[in-house]
């Protein structure tokens, strides 16, 4: 079974800007893990426009895309939140949060218009963004006897595994990254070998 093993986000922190009737959206995006961190985020965008109206917002976290919320901070019910969350899915985002500032100009816009703008908001701050690819692992802690040694280290070389720490005492031990395409093959070769243990220590 493969799994997925990148996934795209922002290097940085981006904005964007739309002006419709007097109205100010000012997006912004930036790449972004938990909600804890998302709502550091949010509490800043606050404290920077403490004089707008709105600000609403979408995020979505994760490898299986399936963290998702969307706010749409007192303006019409799917007006503001789910178009900014149609932008990261159509630009196949994650670990990603966007947030909309608005300034009200004095005009109502009507739903349909709060959608164009919001969505156009986060787009203008997406295109703005420099989208970038990650690549995830599998950080696996791998104990050995010398006995193996020759075959993990050769498994390894094969499959180009980058190795983080290595420990060569009594019982050997080391630190590998393993794409998660491959994670479970190369799992599969280390239960062939008679002294071998390992186990994950996080997905990164």
Same mark, same amino acid.
């Given at each position: 079974?493969?799994?997925?093993?990148?996934?795209?986000?922002?290097?940085?922190?981006?904005?964007?800007?739309?002006?419709?009737?007097?109205?100010?959206?000012?997006?912004?995006?930036?790449?972004?893990?938990?909600?804890?961190?998302?709502?550091?985020?949010?509490?800043?965008?606050?404290?920077?426009?403490?004089?707008?109206?709105?600000?609403?917002?979408?995020?979505?976290?994760?490898?299986?895309?399936?963290?998702?919320?969307?706010?749409?901070?007192?303006?019409? #019910?799917?007006?503001?939140?789910?178009? !900014?969350?149609? %932008?990261? @899915?159509?630009?196949? +985002?994650?670990?990603? =949060?966007?947030?909309?500032?608005?300034?009200?100009?004095?005009?109502?816009?009507?739903?349909?218009?709060?959608?164009?703008?919001?969505?156009?908001?986060?787009?203008?701050?997406?295109?703005?963004?420099?989208?970038?690819?990650?690549?995830?692992?599998?950080?696996?802690?791998?104990?050995?006897?010398?006995?193996?040694?020759?075959?993990?280290? #050769?498994?390894?070389?094969?499959?180009? !595994?980058?190795? %983080?720490? @290595?420990?060569?005492? +009594?019982?050997?031990? =080391?630190?590998?990254?393993?794409?998660?395409?491959?994670?479970?093959?190369?799992?599969?070769?280390?239960?062939?070998?008679?002294?071998?243990?390992?186990?994950?220590?996080?997905?990164?």
């Amino acid at each position: 079974m493969e799994l997925v093993a990148t996934y795209k986000t922002v290097k940085e922190e981006s904005e964007g800007l739309y002006k419709e009737k007097g109205s100010k959206f000012i997006g912004y995006v930036v790449a972004c893990y938990s909600e804890e961190e998302a709502k550091k985020y949010l509490d800043q965008w606050r404290k920077d426009h403490f004089q707008a109206r709105h600000l609403c917002y979408a995020y979505r976290f994760g490898l299986d895309h399936k963290q998702v919320r969307s706010n749409d901070d007192g303006e019409p #019910n799917n007006s503001a939140g789910i178009p !900014i969350l149609g %932008q990261i @899915q159509s630009y196949e +985002l994650t670990n990603v =949060l966007i947030g909309v500032v608005r300034y009200f100009g004095g005009t109502k816009l009507g739903v349909g218009g709060l959608v164009q703008a919001y969505k156009t908001a986060a787009k203008e701050a997406i295109e703005s963004a420099e989208i970038i690819t990650i690549e995830v692992f599998d950080w696996v802690e791998i104990c050995f006897e010398y006995v193996d040694l020759p075959q993990v280290m #050769n498994l390894l070389k094969s499959k180009e !595994i980058v190795q %983080q720490e @290595q420990d060569f005492g +009594l019982v050997c031990k =080391l630190t590998a990254l393993f794409p998660l395409n491959l994670s479970i093959i190369l799992k599969e070769e280390l239960d062939k070998m008679s002294t071998v243990t390992y186990q994950s220590k996080g997905i990164k």
